[in-house]
């Protein structure tokens, strides 16, 4: 099972590297996605798939009877999902507003466009 899911994760990399060198800002966004997801797919791969108990401490004792599984991988997964989707959230309504004001996508394009100047964005002054 484990080998499965670690081919899973670096075919999820090799798509989410190839997606990352495409001109199209989305298909960067989405390689951006692609490869945090393989990223908590390794997180969970190296903190080993067990199906064990829950890690619950009986009371009276000190320590877990029995094998247990490790909660720290899936807290990590948990935290790097919650963060992952903020950012995918800015990154698209800022590809919004990069299409809204640029009607492109394409990172060549807008690299070769110009820069406006600070004095375009100033109100005129009445002299």
Known sequence: ??????????????AGVYLLLQRSLLRMLFGVILLSNAVNLILFVAG????????????????????????????????????????VAFAFVLLFRAYATFNTLDADTLATMPEDSPADDEPPTAD
């Open 1 to 14: 099972m484990d080998v499965l899911l670690a081919l899973l994760a670096g075919l999820l990399t090799a």
């Open 48 to 87: 080993r798939t067990l199906r064990a108990a829950p890690p619950i401490v009986p009371d009276g004792l000190t320590a877990p009877a029995a094998a247990v599984a490790n909660p720290l991988p899936q807290a990590l997964i948990l935290t790097a999902i919650v963060i992952g989707f903020g950012l």
